[in-house]
Nanobody, 122 residues
Framework: QVQLVESGGGLVQAGGSLRLSCAAS????????MGWFRQAPGKEREFVAA????????NYADSVRGRTTVSRDNAKNTVSLQMNSLKPEDTAVYFC???????????????WGQGTQVTVSS
């Protein structure tokens, strides 16, 4: 049974930082693209960042590029999202995703965690 468990969300002031983590189990972690999506109230879930199987390739949404770093530890089956210079518009539930390819991830296929709330106050 595949499980993705996010942690690290919380309330932070604008300009602050948060580090989200996702612990994966039940899958061959190093064979999956790992990524993060977010969903704000009343909006559709959107892509945030992705990292390739080896960690050598990363992709970011324009809205977070330059402020966010995605990383993974294949030995620990974890993926992290370091978010800096947070803005109120970053407020959302953040979801971890595991997909077999970037194309699958963009199509929002694969496995999902239950999400962690990030709230940025102004």
């Amino acid at each position: 049974q595949v499980q993705l468990v996010e942690s690290g969300g919380g309330l932070v002031q604008a300009g602050g930082s948060l580090r989200l983590s996702c612990a994966a189990s039940g899958l061959a972690f190093s064979r999956y693209f790992m990524g993060w999506f977010r969903q704000a109230p009343g909006k559709e879930r959107e892509f945030v960042a992705a990292i390739s199987w080896s960690g050598r390739t990363t992709n970011y949404a324009d809205s977070v590029r330059g402020r966010t770093t995605v990383s993974r530890d294949n030995a620990k089956n974890t993926v992290s999202l370091q978010m800096n210079s947070l803005k109120p518009e970053d407020t959302a539930v953040y979801f971890c995703n595991a997909a077999t390819s970037l194309q699958s991830m963009v199509a929002q296929a694969g496995y999902w965690g239950q999400g962690t709330q990030v709230t940025v106050s102004s």
